[in-house]
């Protein structure tokens, strides 16, 4: 065998997009391309200087096979599908902020009930994890199940309505107090972890 | 082929994975992809806790340190995940397309024939035979965009110039780039 030396092979350290998650050089194809050029001058300027400077633009253009007509057709497309991403964005920021926690409270034994508070995961509250939190901080039974409807809710052995309120309200800045209400409701069944 | 993929929806079992099975495992992907050896050692270490996920539709994903390195499928060869190939540049043998394709290519559209041999594409020198994976990049773009499996050899493909030339497996934000363990 030849005496030659092994190719050295070190792991590159690639970059990605907050916004899009692909490598910035291809945020131009994302439709959130405004944003992506945005995060990349606040976190990366000399990447920013490299990819979006004017002399790289031309070289791009200069260097691909497209002609003119189709430049600018595509251009138009891009405009299109990043307005109507933003309109989706806009519509999906809505229907959040109209989505409301409902905390329950329902009977468990004669003397016993529990705490139960439905759709905190449209907010991107990690359910598990809020479960595990309030279980803590009561010294109960907490947990994560699924009603009849589907849908995660959180269960808490207790009846601890408005200490929950509280508790999310501090833990969870992002849910409006006004997105939460508390009801009562009475539950036949056991409600198992 | 991850067009619709769903982690948390499909997964149906997850475990460890025995050193000889790891072996195994490094031994296979040695003789698959020549380019890896040098690699190897650093993203499969020997004593690597390597997980094995296993998914509906006899999918199964290969993960260090809950970052997803390798995917199978039946008993297809095992094929790295195109993140692990934007580290590891040299692993795979590479095509590139055109700037006109970039956009379908993202929208998981199998690759035609025209769109590697016009000007602005590139095919390599030797042939790539069929049914082998590669890795797409796209012109005047440095990462890859895209894991492919060749349909026609690469000489086939220069020479007959129609048909579908390379099947995408992978592209830049498909589900299983936009997937992660937790």
Redesign the interface.
């Known amino acids: 065998m030849s005496s030659e030396p092994e190719p050295v092979v070190t792991k590159r350290q690639v970059l990605y997009c907050g916004v899009c998650t692909l490598p910035p050089e291809y945020c131009e194809f994302a439709a959130s391309r405004k944003k992506c050029e945005e995060w990349l001058k606040d976190t990366h300027p000399e990447e920013h200087a490299r990819l979006y400077n004017d002399q790289a633009i031309t070289q791009k253009l200069a260097m691909t096979t497209l002609s003119e007509g189709r430049v600018a057709k595509e251009a138009a497309k891009m405009e299109k599908a990043m307005s109507k991403e933003e309109a989706r964005m806009a519509r999906e920021l809505e229907k959040k902020m109209a989505s409301k926690v409902v905390i329950k409270r329902a009977e468990r034994n004669k003397r016993k009930c529990v705490t139960i508070v439905l759709g905190l995961d449209v907010f991107g509250v990690d359910l598990k994890k809020t479960a595990k939190t309030f279980a803590n901080h009561f010294a109960c039974g907490g947990s994560v199940s699924k009603n009849p409807q589907g849908l995660d809710e959180i269960v808490v052995q207790g009846d601890f309505s408005d200490e929950i309120l509280e508790l999310i309200h501090k833990n969870h800045p992002e849910v409006p107090r006004d997105n939460i209400e508390l009801t009562e409701e009475k539950k036949p069944k056991k409600a198992a972890p | 082929m991850f067009k619709k993929f769903n982690l948390q929806g499909t997964m149906s079992g997850q475990n460890s994975v025995k050193t000889s099975t790891v072996r195994n495992i490094r031994l296979k992907l040695a003789k698959q992809f020549p380019g890896l050896e040098?690699?190897l050692d650093?993203i499969l270490p020997r004593k690597a806790n390597l997980i094995q996920i296993k998914c509906k539709d006899h999918i199964t994903l290969y993960a260090v340190d809950s970052e997803i390195l390798f995917f199978q499928r039946f008993e297809d060869p095992i094929t790295p995940t195109l993140?692990l190939l934007?580290?590891?540049?040299?692993i795979l043998p590479q095509v590139k397309v055109?700037?006109?394709a970039?956009?379908f290519v993202?929208s998981g559209a199998n690759i035609m024939c025209p769109g590697l041999t016009?000007?602005?594409a590139h095919l390599p020198e030797e042939n790539i035979p069929k049914d082998a994976i590669v890795a797409v990049m796209a012109?005047?773009?440095?990462?890859a965009?895209a894991i492919g499996l060749t349909k026609m050899s690469t000489n086939d493909i220069k020479s007959i110039n129609k048909g579908n030339g390379i099947d995408l497996i992978q592209y830049?934000?498909d589900p299983l780039?936009?997937t992660r363990i937790d």
């Open positions: 040098p690699c650093d993140r934007h580290q590891y540049p040299e055109d700037r006109g970039i956009k993202l016009s000007p602005g012109e005047g773009k440095e990462h965009l830049l934000n780039w936009k």
